[in-house]
């Protein structure tokens, strides 16, 4: 009888320690097993499932794990860019996939090393994440994924950007479990499936077989009356390989991939490492618009004003435009493998995102989730807005909803709502930590806030408001927005003085007399020194005598004596006026 290896449920994101508990392996051997297989990830991140049964797989425990039922959303969901009509044609995107072994790399290297422009002898010495070839005169990017190209971020962000997946396959050893899996992957991220048959030059190699074995995975070929090319290729020998090209430029023409260019430029970090005497640089694939140097992109906490781009060559370019890869000098810090980037208009406007960035990975627990939809608005803004944060829970998505959108309508060129974060259920610890972190105002809409949580909030002084009637939520932030409104400044005149004589002058003091020609003069006020139209300096009117006596006030037509006091010396003459005013802050509300 066959025994049953034990089945451990995980969820779809699961943390490095948590799995090495369920396992009941030490921590260090899963994060050691993670770095074999290029996942950088430390005790507190989060892996996804798929993730988790390769290692699992890898370690050859006598384990298997099943995703467990989960009703919590999965990450954040990241839509494709909708292309304008403004659009023009852009190269594919094409992701390498396959089991160990069957010559990925290796199909990626004769590619590469069989197509790209003229480079100098001694071949290919540097690994690159990234690659364009000219097949045709046409342009292709390739993408190779670190690892195992299930991991996490490739899935969240990668998946969107890659246009086709080329499925290796070695002829001679056939499809695999991880054939499968790249299957599933390309499959559920709705992307075009090429099958490269590969080491066709080898003795065991046998492509019917092959092709059977993928109709047993759903994936039927075209001469079988499916839609799936295969190409019969040898990494080792280079043939087919213009064959497979020529299939990835078809399956282009029929997807007519386009990319607007006069739009802030984005796309996604594919590598980011420190270089000797350049320091941090960040492999970039553009998804839409044009990178220059000299723009400024944020990815992630990360920014950069981009000092030189260079192809995967290594040669500088003056421009990168939708699916070109490149590298990018000038981040301050190391952005992240799987960041999205996005060009923004000033240095304030990416220091300011990639904080609020730092921010929310720190409350996520290291795991970034800035959506896109929130980089976007972010750029549209103008700087000199100020924002007030909320972090919004509701009872139901619909609900959710249109608050979010009754308070996006209060924003004005002075103003705004931010909503840092926002979710259907009850507020939770996360929501209050969230709030105490960014400076954020939770707003709950027909959803309770526990006893405990309650206490929470009280003790970190994170304020919590809730609502069963929307429009009372609604007057509630408009007036927390008003008190952010710069108070309008109304300056009163009083009455003005001619200068008959001037008794003693110190840098910061004057005592002077005059004549009141309009209006009257008080004390304490505030008044302008007037030489013809010319304003010398403002000043503070400290004391005012009729005669030898203290006047609180002097009327048109009176003489009188006068000091005030000034910031700067005043070289007063006979004949200068002063005009007496007052100033109001007057409170202004939306
Ligand atoms: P990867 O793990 O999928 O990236 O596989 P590699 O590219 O590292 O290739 C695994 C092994 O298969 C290496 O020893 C390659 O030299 C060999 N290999 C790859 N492609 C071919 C091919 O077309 N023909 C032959 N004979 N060997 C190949």
Redesign the pocket.
């Known amino acids: 009888m066959q025994e049953m290896s034990n089945v451990i449920e995980i969820e779809d994101m699961i943390t490095v320690g948590t799995l090495a508990e369920r396992l009941m392996i030490p921590v260090s051997s899963l994060i050691g097993e993670l770095m074999k297989n290029g996942v950088m990830a430390t005790v507190n991140e989060r892996i996804d499932f798929d993730t988790a049964q390769i290692i699992v797989e890898e370690l050859k425990l006598d384990v298997s794990l099943a995703r467990q039922a989960t009703t919590e959303a999965a990450g954040p969901v990241r839509h494709k860019i909708v292309a304008s009509d403004k659009a023009v044609s852009r190269p594919p995107v094409v992701a390498v996939m ?10 990626l290297d004769a590619i590469r090393s069989s197509n790209v422009a003229a480079r100098e002898a001694g071949g290919i010495t540097q690994h690159i994440s990234a690659y364009q070839v000219k097949h045709n005169n046409r342009l292709i990017t390739f993408l190779d994924t670190p690892g195992h190209e299930a991991f996490a971020a490739i899935r969240e962000h990668g998946a969107l950007l890659t246009d086709i997946v080329i499925i ?1 396959v ?1 002829a001679d050893d056939g499809v695999k479990p991880q054939t499968i899996e790249a299957i599933r992957f390309a499959r559920k991220a709705g992307v075009k499936i090429i099958v490269a048959a ?5 003795e065991g190699a046998d492509v019917n077989r092959l092709k059977q074995e993928l109709s047993e995975q759903d994936l039927l070929v075209e001469e079988w009356g499916g839609d799936t090319f295969v190409a019969e ?5 280079g043939k087919g390989i213009p064959e497979l090209l020529d299939m990835i430029l078809l399956v282009t023409d029929v997807e007519e991939l386009k990319a607007d260019i006069d739009v802030p430029a984005r796309g996604l970090i594919i590598e980011a490492h420190v270089e000797q005497g350049r320091g941090p640089m960040a492999y970039a694939l553009v998804e839409a618009g044009t990178l220059k140097p000299g723009t400024f992109v944020v990815a992630g906490s990360s920014y950069a004003k981009i000092r030189n781009l260079e192809n995967t060559e290594g040669v500088p370019v003056k421009i990168a435009t939708p699916s070109m890869p490149v590298s990018i000098t000038g981040f301050k810090t190391l952005p992240e493998f799987g960041d999205e980037f996005v060009a923004v208009a000033n240095e304030r406007a990416a220091r300011h995102m990639a904080e609020a960035a730092a921010v929310e990975k720190q409350a996520a627990g290291g795991h970034s989730s800035v959506g896109s939809s929130e980089l976007i608005r972010m750029i549209n803004r103008n700087n000199e807005v100020q924002e007030l944060n909320v972090i919004i829970k509701a009872d139901v998505q619909g609900s959710l909803t249109s608050v979010i959108d009754s308070l996006k309508a209060l924003d004005t060129e002075e103003v705004a709502v931010r909503v840092v974060s926002s979710g259907v259920g009850a507020i939770g610890e996360n929501d209050l930590h969230l709030a105490h972190s960014s400076n954020a105002i939770v707003l709950g809409f027909n959803v309770s806030l526990a006893t405990s949580s309650r206490q929470q909030a009280a003790r970190d002084k994170v304020r919590v408001q809730l609502y069963k009637v929307i429009y009372e939520l609604i007057d509630d932030v408009k007036n927390e927005l008003s008190t952010l409104l710069k108070p309008e400044i109304v300056e009163t005149e009083l009455g003005r003085l001619v200068i008959r004589g001037i008794f003693n002058t110190t840098k910061t003091a004057v005592i002077c007399g005059g004549e009141v020609t309009k209006g009257k003069l008080t004390v304490p006020a505030l008044a302008r020194v007037m030489r013809d139209k010319e304003s010398l300096g403002e000043v503070e009117i400290t004391g005012l005598k009729r005669g030898p006596a203290e006047a609180k006030e002097v009327f048109e037509g009176e003489m009188c004596g006068l000091s005030f006091s000034t910031k700067h010396r005043i070289d007063l003459q006979e004949g200068d006026h002063i005009e007496l005013f007052t100033r109001q802050a007057i409170e202004r509300s939306l």
Request: glycine share 10%.
């Open positions: 396959g089991h160990v072994d069957h010559g990925k790399t290796s199909l290796v070695a590969n080491k066709m030059d080898k290729v040898s990494a080792k020998t």
